[in-house]
């Protein structure tokens, strides 16, 4: 049986649910920090070591400046709010993506729950935001470059946002949609993915158990027989 260390999700669907059931997209969002405070439970629970949760990508910077504002927001009160509990609870927060491009007091919030979290290892939590992997793969070879390194694939990985984490063994994406979003397309090579009918703030601790337990089920081969 396998035991998997790192999922991997897009908690797709908050926008939908806020306009079927609250009439407000961002009222979508704020129900969805419950299901990331459940599913961060429910990880320690089930002895995964690394949590992934695509946040904000560089795609999102095309919605309505009202909406991005308010997701910003949700996650930096997330951070304020939560953050003792979450440093209790033994989590280690870790960034990806390129935050530059976010307000500086924000830039500043994300970097200080890093760096108080930093000695923990009960869970990576780790918050992939204004993350896409075109944008990853671009600044990898960048890095490359610059360090006149050799172009192969260890000093790839070792230029990813993600070095020092192992590759998920699965991928969930919620919201009934089908497709990768430029999520960690390097590292989702050989994951197994699991796409899940129900809107984020819908989703549950039975429907995350159901998956980790499919999942044990699994022969993986990775290229072999
Ligand atoms: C996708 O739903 C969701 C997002 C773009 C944002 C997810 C953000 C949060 C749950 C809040 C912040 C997160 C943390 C970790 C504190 P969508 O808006 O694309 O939904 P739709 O497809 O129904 O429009």
Redesign the pocket.
Known sequence: MNSPKHVAII???????GLKNKKS?NL??RA??KT?EKIIKSSIKNKIKYLT?Y???TE?WKRPKLEIKF?LN??ES?LKNKINELNENGIKIKIIGDIKKFPKKIQVNLLSSQKKTINNNKLNLV?ALNYGSKNELLNAIKIIKAKKMKINESSIVKSLYTYGIPNPEILIRT?N?KRLSNFLLWQLSYSEIFFEKK??PDFNEKDYKKILDKFKKIKRNFGNI
């Open positions: 908690m797709d669907g908050n926008g939908r649910w997209r979508g969002h969805g920090i990331v949760l946040a904000f990508s999102n997701l949700l996650l997330f918050l919201g949609t809107m984020w």
